[in-house]
C-alpha cells in the first residue's frame, strides 16, 4: 500500500510551480499523487506532463472581486458547486 498525497492550486500559477517542483519527488518514492484544481485553469495544462503519473481531480472554481462585477454572482454558486465536489472527492 503507498502514501498518498495531495496537491492543490491554481490561478496564477503561483502554487503550482512550488508543487512541481515537489511532485517528481514524491513521484520517485513511489507516493500516490493527487492534485486538486480547476476544469480549465493553467494547472492542467502545467501538469500534463505527469498525466500517466498524477491523479488530476478536475472542480469547479469562481473567483470573488473586490469591485462590482457581475460574474461575482455566478462565481458564488461555481465556489458553492466545487465545495460540493470537493467533499465527494474526501469520501471516495
Known sequence: MSI?????GGGSAGHVSDNLVLIPKYLAEDWDV?????????????????????????????????????NNVTDVFKIMKGIFQSYRLNSN
Open 4 to 8: 498518498s498525497i495531495v496537491f492543490t
Open 34 to 70: 493527487h492534485y486538486i484544481g480547476s476544469e480549465q485553469g493553467i494547472e492542467r495544462k502545467l501538469l500534463s506532463d505527469y498525466k500517466e503519473n498524477v491523479t488530476y481531480h478536475p472542480i469547479s472554481t469562481g473567483k470573488l472581486r473586490r469591485y462590482f462585477d457581475w
